[in-house]
């Protein structure tokens, strides 16, 4: 069986991707917040699909918003403009 030459962590490091150094306090807040941002951003996207606030579907509404958020937590894990401030 062939094994590779560099661990798969030491591929992810060498691309960026892994950050050792990283304050995971400051990325957790930064991406919280981009997270909360996300979601409220594709809640209101999609509120206009009914024609009253009655007729929505919370569960797709929140549910779709959710995912969208756990979207932007994955995305978030590659770097964020926010933790170089």
Do not use: Y
Not at 2 to 14: G, V
Request: with cysteine; net charge positive; proline share 5%.
């Amino acid at each position: 069986m062939w094994a590779p030459a560099i661990s798969t962590d030491a591929c992810a490091h060498q691309k960026g991707l892994v950050n050792p150094m990283r304050n995971w306090i400051k990325w957790g807040k930064a991406a919280a917040i981009r997270a909360a941002k996300t979601f409220a951003q594709t809640t209101v996207a999609l509120l206009p699909a009914s024609a009253m606030i009655t007729d929505v579907d919370w569960k797709v509404v929140v549910g779709t918003a959710a995912l969208a958020a756990v979207a932007s937590l994955l995305t978030s894990l590659a770097g964020i403009p926010e933790e170089d401030l």
